[in-house]
């Protein structure tokens, strides 16, 4: 339908849409994210959720105890290595469509524990990241703009073809391994279908 | 309260076998602390738990710390024939200094509202006799503490209810805290590496160039 007809009949009083638009912005306008925090990144998320913020305009104030009536996982801090099986279970243990949001300096890299025993470098070795946001910790602007991020993503997302995302791929993952502890690190130490060391060239 | 000299000579009276060092603390804050026998560590801290005039019932803090082996220089005076008479000339002598790991506890009487007195432990080596009485029977508040110690230093807590790593994951290797521990080479590419890392990120990148 060309854009002259669609707002000749707006102007009737009928508005119309597509399945894919109207499926997307109610999928958008409702991410519910799992109430979960790792550190000091989850205070800078619950003040995003609190009045001055008002995480609430964007349909993502339900935090929701339990990974399945959650949408959204916002890895909100450090993810120690202790930690980072359990972080992957709860994303599989979560329903598609699901999303994330890895927040602040830690969870996308390791940060300032980057050289560490103890930290993971980053959880997108081991689950799918959406949106990465920088910081120590990210402001609650910085979240709202990553999750802003997100709802554009999900309204470009495609019911079908190729390019359709994950939760509509049959064949497309929906859980991902769970990393072992091992002697000294976690075995594997990445999911090489996630994410692969980056091809770095210097002079040595 | 009493000084530690005070407390000191009346745990040896009390206690017999007891020995107990005063070690002094020169800097501003002027903490000088009591170094407690293994044998006796047990019956010693009962002892500044439940004396009515010390009654230290509160357990803050529990330390540990990692005194690796150090090679001590010192200068000594020897006799020496220098051009057929015998002087007197300054020679140095290198003595290796065995390590150990050590154990603090900072502990404070809620009743009298005095403290803290700072309790030592220590090891006689850093890998084989690493064994020290656990002081969770005598303050509880000790327990996840020395489960830590344990944990970071391997220091092995004899009498503790459950001597389990408490920060790291079972089956881990080693025990990161101590000052020897070498951490697994686990480098793929550092952004922007400087100084020690440089080191390691060129070492990691040598070795992968051979494989």
């Known amino acids: 339908m060309d854009q002259g007809l669609r707002s000749e009949l707006s102007k009737q009083g009928i508005f119309t849409t597509t399945l894919e638009g109207l499926y997307n912005w109610g999928r958008r306008n409702s991410v519910w994210p799992l109430q979960f925090g790792l550190a000091c990144c989850a205070i800078e998320m619950i003040a995003t959720t609190m009045a001055r913020y008002d995480l609430a305009r964007f349909g993502a104030e339900v935090f929701r105890p339990s990974p399945r009536q959650a949408d959204l996982m916002i890895v909100s801090g450090t993810v120690t290595k202790k930690m980072a099986p359990q972080v992957v279970r709860l994303f599989n243990q979560m329903p598609e469509p699901k999303y994330v949001i890895a927040m602040g300096a830690c969870a996308i890299s390791g940060g300032p524990f980057k050289q560490g025993y103890n930290v993971l470098k980053g959880i997108d070795r081991y689950i799918p990241v959406d949106v990465h946001i920088p910081g120590c910790p990210p402001r609650p602007e910085a979240l709202l703009h990553a999750f802003m991020t997100l709802q554009r993503k999900i309204d470009a997302q495609k019911l079908s073809g190729p390019e359709r995302p994950r939760h509509l791929n049959t064949d497309a993952p929906s859980e991902f391994p769970v990393p072992k502890f091992g002697p000294h690190d976690l075995v594997p130490p990445y999911n090489p279908e996630v994410w692969q060391p980056p091809k770095m060239v210097r002079a040595v | ?211």
Not at chain 2, 140 to 168: C, K, T
């Open chain 2, 1 to 211: 309260m009493e000084t530690l000299e005070q407390i000191k000579g009346r745990i040896t009276a009390i206690i017999p076998g007891a020995r107990v060092d005063l070690i002094p603390n020169e800097c501003p804050s002027n903490q000088p602390s009591l170094l407690i026998d293994q044998e006796h560590g047990v019956r010693i801290a009962e002892f500044l738990r439940d004396d009515p005039q010390l009654r230290l019932d509160y357990l803050s803090n529990v330390t540990g710390v990692d005194w690796p082996d150090t090679i001590v220089k010192e200068k000594v005076k020897v006799m020496k024939l220098v051009e057929g008479v015998e002087t007197e000339v300054h020679g140095v002598v290198e003595r290796k200094k065995q390590g150990y790991l050590e154990v603090v506890y900072h502990i404070y009487s809620i009743a009298h509202k005095h403290g803290p007195v700072i309790v030592r432990l220590r090891t006689n080596d850093r890998n084989v006799a690493v064994h020290l009485p656990s002081l969770t029977p005598i303050w509880r508040s000790a327990e996840f503490q020395e489960r830590e110690i344990y944990d970071l230093y391997g220091v092995i807590f004899d009498g503790h209810p459950d001597l389990r790593r408490i920060l790291m994951w079972d089956g881990f290797e080693g025990h990161p805290m101590r000052k020897d521990y070498v951490e697994p080479d686990d480098y793929e590419y550092e952004p922007t590496p400087h100084d020690e890392v440089l080191e390691r990120a060129r070492s990691h990148q040598a070795r992968n160039a051979v494989l």
